[in-house]
């Protein structure tokens, strides 16, 4: 297990679309923990595989319920709007409101490569919607009402 560079705003990875995954290998299985690693790392809820470099649609997720690995996800329905601040640690320090839905169903692949499906509403179906924009080369900045702006956190205030 080891921690990867996570890529920021501007680096051509996280304009590109990922490609899916046919078949789950050794190496696909370290990319994984690694990203797990990394993301908790970062203090983070979520993780894209094109984030730390690797074009292939894997998205990891943990709001604090333990990790959700998810391997060629798709949103297949959604429900409901909710409008919040979002951050992105490959856009560190900031932060901006973004409208989402409030309920997404994802179908995915789990890493033995069964399908699988979650569902999730508010801060998990806006993880879902935020990691699986990165696979298709999207970011959240894109999305932003109005402007991004520094993330203040508590105990930068003490």
Not at 145 to 150: D, F, I, Q, S, T
């Amino acid at each position: 297990m080891a921690l990867r560079k996570i890529r920021t705003e501007g680096d051509p990875v996280l304009s590109k679309i990922s490609r899916p995954v046919a078949e789950m290998t050794p190496k696909l299985h370290t990319l994984v923990e690694d990203m797990l690693d990394t993301m908790y790392e970062a203090m983070g809820v979520g993780l894209a595989a094109p984030q730390v470099g690797v074009l292939k649609r894997i998205v990891t997720i943990d709001i604090g319920d333990g990790p959700i690995v998810l391997i060629n996800p798709e949103i297949v329905e959604t429900s409901g709007e909710q409008t919040g601040e979002e951050g992105c640690l490959s856009v560190p320090g900031m932060s901006g409101r973004v409208t989402r839905p409030n309920y997404v169903k994802v179908k995915a692949l789990d890493e033995d490569m069964n399908e699988v499906i979650y569902e999730g509403t508010e801060l998990l179906a806006r993880a879902f919607c935020h990691e699986i924009d990165h696979l298709d080369g999207k970011m959240y900045t894109e999305l932003v009402e109005g402007e991004l702006h520094k993330v203040v956190y508590e105990e930068d205030e003490v």
